[in-house]
C-alpha cells in the first residue's frame, strides 16, 4: 500500500519542542524527495522544509533556525525536529513525497501561550 504516515504532533507549551516523523510505505523512499507542509485553521496549505534524495535542506522563513528536518532511508522515515514553538505554529501539519505525489493524513501540533 502506498501511503505516508505522520505522528509525533500533540499540545505543547511556548517554547517547548516536538519531534514529527513521516514513514513512508509501498514507494521508492530514496529516490523521494519529501516536504513538511502545515495548514492552519482557515488558512492555505504552506510549506515548512523540504529534503531531497540526496539530503539537502531547505526551509521557509519562519521554519529557518527553529526546525530541523532529517531522514533515515533505512527506516523509511523523514523527521521535522521543531524547537522554540509559538503558538503561530499552530496548524495540522503533513508530509508530502513527490514519486509518486502523495500525502499523509496529518497530525496536529498546538502550541499554547
Known amino acids: 500500500q502506498v501511503r505516508l504516515v505522520e505522528s509525533g504532533g500533540g499540545l505543547v507549551q511556548a517554547g517547548g519542542s516536538l519531534t514529527l516523523s513521516c514513514v513512508a510505505s509501498?514507494?521508492?523512499?530514496?529516490?523521494?524527495?519529501i516536504g513538511w507542509y502545515r495548514q492552519a485553521p482557515g488558512e492555505q496549505r504552506e510549506l515548512v522544509a523540504t529534503?531531497?534524495?540526496?539530503?539537502?535542506?531547505t526551509y521557509t522563513t519562519s521554519a529557518k533556525g527553529r526546525f530541523t528536518i532529517s531522514r533515515n532511508n533505512s527506516r523509511k522515515t523523514v523527521y521535522l525536529q521543531m524547537n522554540s514553538l509559538k503558538p503561530d505554529d499552530t496548524a495540522v501539519y503533513y508530509c508530502?513525497?513527490?514519486?509518486?505525489?502523495?500525502w499523509g493524513q496529518g497530525t496536529q501540533v498546538t502550541v499554547s501561550s
Open positions: 508530502r513525497s513527490n514519486r509518486p505525489i502523495i
Open positions: 509501498g514507494i521508492i523512499f530514496g529516490l523521494n524527495d
Open positions: 529534503i531531497t534524495s540526496g539530503g539537502s535542506t
